[in-house]
């Protein structure tokens, strides 16, 4: 799906929402099982409960990573559990030497069939640039919600903090259609900033639900003609409860926030 | 392996020569075969032949990633191949907000039982730190070789380029056993540089062999008295020769660095 069969979608369904697969064992249901293979069958239940309120999935790749193979062919089995109508994000953070992450974008764009992949700007453009190849989406980490974007995300340089070049240098790298960004910002301030620099891409937010962001606040600071918002939201929807009602319960807080991002996308 | 161990090993080989498992189906040897599952046999034969010589080897994982499940297993099994008196690294470039970069720590040092892992800084402390939980080596991109570097890493902010501001930062994470850097420097003035900043730790150095760098140079400025250096190299010696005598070839060019490098260890 590329950028523009997003943006339909999200008319659509109403809904700016993409649910987060961070899907972990020691937290499965009992119902379901707490065995890793059991992982696939919550996913499938998850996606069953939430296809029709979800603009899109993310999934990240530590989450199956750290079961080895077995994980890895687990993504892979969820991948293919997401309907069409959902746009679909290896949230792999990768990034290394061009030739290099030219397999790590086969093994996203290939191997498996993503739509797009989160991936880290440090090495360059030429780490991106393999990436872009494929004519699918690529979602650059800007500013991210954690603790340590302090560190180095908003280092000063010229009078601008890193993030800010991240942003400026790599609208350079490809169309507005072909690049999204990873903006961890939850205050008005920072919203407006980035919205400054760049009007009109799309913005991956994380940090709406359990992590406590405002969905008022970034829809209101961030969302542009196109919408160019996609909120995540991981365990608040996923593991809703732990119970045997766990896909009921994801569900109705899928269409909590459905129902906030329609009022929002008037 | 810790980084005490490694000091004796480089002592006792002669070497601190870091041999990239960058292997690769289309340009494995025709009597090896051309398939995923021959680059076990491919791998096998290379450790076999270059671990005497080798203080270290790196195994990037994308050139695994790419084939899915099944590179994922022979990247495993490989790891497996690797002798004791080798220490590995899973060059793996990772890094995430904690919680997640904890799952990334466990697929590579408990699920797979890697001596050290090579990590991106841009998400700042929170996404390293779970690293360093395992009381192994983290290897912190700094400095990479790659065209990118000029876009973000050379950056200014307060005088000093980000990849200073890495090398200051990253120091105070943990003690000077349990981090590396990667430093792409074979450009004196650089090397002198970063040395000035950090004495004491290892640097990962890319970029000897066929990607060019000078190992006299590197040895010259970048030496210091625990050696402190992994310098790397992968198509140089595992693609050594396309032939039969593969594995013969590797050898002979792993020696060839290995001569060189005592020398410099005098």
């Not at 065995?35 to 069958?41: A, I, P, S, T, Y």
């Amino acid at each position: 799906m590329n950028q523009s069969q997003l943006e339909n979608i999200i008319r659509e369904k109403q809904s700016f929402l993409c649910v987060g697969l961070d899907s972990r064992v020691d937290l499965l249901p009992a119902s379901v099982g707490n065995r890793v293979e059991d992982l696939l069958e919550f996913n499938k239940k998850i996606i069953e409960a939430t296809s029709d309120l979800a603009a899109a999935y993310k999934i990240n790749t530590a989450f199956y990573e750290q079961y080895g193979t077995e994980g890895w062919g687990i993504l892979k089995e969820t991948l293919e559990l997401i309907p069409d109508d959902c746009f679909t994000i290896a949230d792999a953070k990768r990034g290394d030497i061009g030739n290099t992450s030219s397999m790590y974008a086969r093994a996203f764009f290939e191997n498996m069939s993503f739509d797009s992949i989160t991936v880290s700007p440090y090495m360059g453009s030429d780490s991106i640039k393999p990436f872009l190849e494929y004519g699918k989406t690529v979602i650059i980490l800007a500013l991210t919600s954690n603790a340590g974007t302090v560190d180095f995300q908003h280092l000063e340089s010229s009078g601008k903090p890193l993030y800010q070049h991240v942003l400026e240098t790599a609208t350079g790298w490809a169309d507005t259609d072909q690049l999204m960004f990873v903006v961890g910002a939850t205050r008005a301030d920072h919203l407006q900033k980035i919205r400054s620099i760049i009007p009109d891409h799309f913005l991956l937010v994380p940090g709406v639900g359990k992590q406590g962001g405002s969905l008022t606040e970034v829809s209101k600071y961030g969302m542009n003609e196109r919408c160019g918002l996609l909120v995540n939201s991981s365990r608040g929807i996923i593991f809703a409860s732990p119970g045997e009602d766990f896909a009921t319960a994801a569900r109705n807080e899928a269409l909590k926030l459905q129902k906030e991002m329609a009022q929002h996308l008037i």
